[in-house]
């Protein structure tokens, strides 16, 4: 399988909260972090609270800039010379959130929702509508609810506005984090098999990002453990969650029993 995205040796830091007479401290949030992902696979990155797991999304995606390493997508630097997200692959990297009440604007109807990621992409508007319909169809919303809002929805329905909002540019790969966490134990087996079944039928990759291991068991090929903005141990799911090699992946396997 070839690699489809990939971070090399990700640094991060931000100020720290208290300054003092020594001047303002930075704290470590992320150090020399490096995975990948392959075409169709799904990687699940797990740790505890506070270990870096959504800024790793965040600079996975494009959305916040590390200091030091790089993003490759398909072998490409994902931002180009001057350091901006390359506009032909931005379309191709797509994030689902945790709480999808927070990420939907409540004043926008679920066509403008989800319609809004192709106001950067050269389609005409006859296209762009079509596309919305058709990813509403994919996530099996019904075609009517384009003129609702997403108040109107339950929590797992408004869950598959975002999944379809992160369709419609036809990306590879889908970074969610914490996307099933907020819905109860029986919507959050529906969306996963959505997600599953729409990995299949378009060939996506997903990085998927939880606490919570029985999710990660039920959808990823490969895990990835951070620890205190460290990776600690990657590999096959099985492997890692059945036998883990370090005290940190035991404490998460521990405390999720
Ligand atoms: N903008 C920020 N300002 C201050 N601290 C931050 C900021 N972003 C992240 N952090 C800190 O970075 C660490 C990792 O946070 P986060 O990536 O949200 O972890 P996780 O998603 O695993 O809970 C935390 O200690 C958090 O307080
Ligand atoms: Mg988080």
Known sequence: MSVLLEARNIQYSVSGHTSSVFGSRRKTVLQDVSLH???QETLGIVGS????KSTLSRILTGLAQPE???ILFQGKDLRDAAGQVRKDIRPKIQMIFQDPQGALDPRQTVRQIVKEPLHQMALSNEE???RV???LADVAL???GAERYPRMFSGGQRQRIAIARALVTRPSVII???AVSALDVSTQAVVLNLLLDLQERHGLSYIFV???LAVIRHISHRVAVLDEGRIVETGPTLSVLDHPQQSTTRDLIAASL
């Open 37 to 39: 992902v392959a075409e």
């Open 49 to 52: 609270s506070g270990s870096g």
């Open 68 to 70: 030091n390493g790089e």
């Open 128 to 130: 762009k509508e079509r």
């Open 133 to 135: 319909l058709e990813v």
């Open 142 to 144: 019904p075609q009517d």
């Open 176 to 178: 969610a984090d914490e």
């Open 210 to 212: 939880s606490h919570d």
